[in-house]
């Protein structure tokens, strides 16, 4: 194998859906870069590469097509549109019948509070990340939302008390 191959997952991360895509110096500049602003105009790209914008799109479109690049999106502040309270809730689930985690999983992916939905080993089944107004709007979420979701058998709430670290950048090291 080539030291240039990277291993990127795909859709269901599992080491089964993994694909090899061997990224050279200039793809992991370009998803550096793309990672810090997502709104950097394909010019200016080729610009910091040094190479002529159709080039430069042709290597963006490559890493769309593969997978690689996902999509663009706008960071906000939750606080500041009225989403200030996060809950980090984990889920045991009641049985393991793949009919019922199916549910759960479509229940869950449905629920506009829920931004991040993890399956995890250990005591709980799945991780959950959870934005509210408050914590009373929170309680509404759980009582009234999460504990009717099929297939929901223990839950363990964790409020964050702050923010220390919260980066979205994945570390791509060149070839």
């Known amino acids: 194998m080539s030291d240039k191959m990277e291993y990127i997952q ?23 870069w793309l990672q810090e602003d997502s709104s950097i105009t394909n010019v200016e790209l080729a610009r910091r590469l040094s190479l002529a914008p159709a080039t430069t799109l042709d290597r963006v479109k490559k ?6 690049i996902k999509g663009h999106v706008v ?9 200030g309270t996060t809950a980090f809730v984990s889920v045991a689930l009641a049985s ?23 399956h995890i080993s250990g005591e709980y089944d799945y991780l959950l990340k959870v934005v509210s107004e408050d ?16 297939n929901v058998g223990k839950i363990h709430t964790s409020f964050v008390l702050s923010t220390v670290k919260h980066k979205t950048k994945i570390p791509i090291k060149g070839p």
Request: charged share 30%; proline share 5%.
């Open 135 to 150: 914590i009373r709007r929170y309680e509404d979420f759980l009582l009234g939302t999460l504990v009717a979701t099929p």
């Open 96 to 118: 393991h019948q793949a009919d019922l985690v199916k549910q759960f999983r479509d229940s869950v992916s449905a629920l506009p509070e829920v931004l991040e939905c993890h």
């Open 75 to 83: 960071l906000i502040d939750p606080a500041r549109v009225g989403k």
């Open 63 to 68: 890493l769309k097509q593969r997978g690689v």
């Open 10 to 32: 795909t859709k269901n991360h599992s080491p089964e859906t993994m694909e090899a895509f061997v990224l050279d110096e200039i793809d992991c500049k370009i998803l550096d």
